[in-house]
């Protein structure tokens, strides 16, 4: 897992719109943070985007 996701903009002439730090601790394990309310926010954070397109 990560401690930031990079969105891009849209466009062929698309740039960083938008850098979401992931406030998880680490180490890290897959099936930890579904129940994490910081992991839902990026979650929820990163699903606007994809909607918004």
Known sequence: MTNRIVMM???PSARIGEILDVPLARARRRAGPAS???YLNCREAVRFVEAAE
């Open 36 to 38: 994490n309310r910081n």
């Open 9 to 11: 903009a849209d466009g």
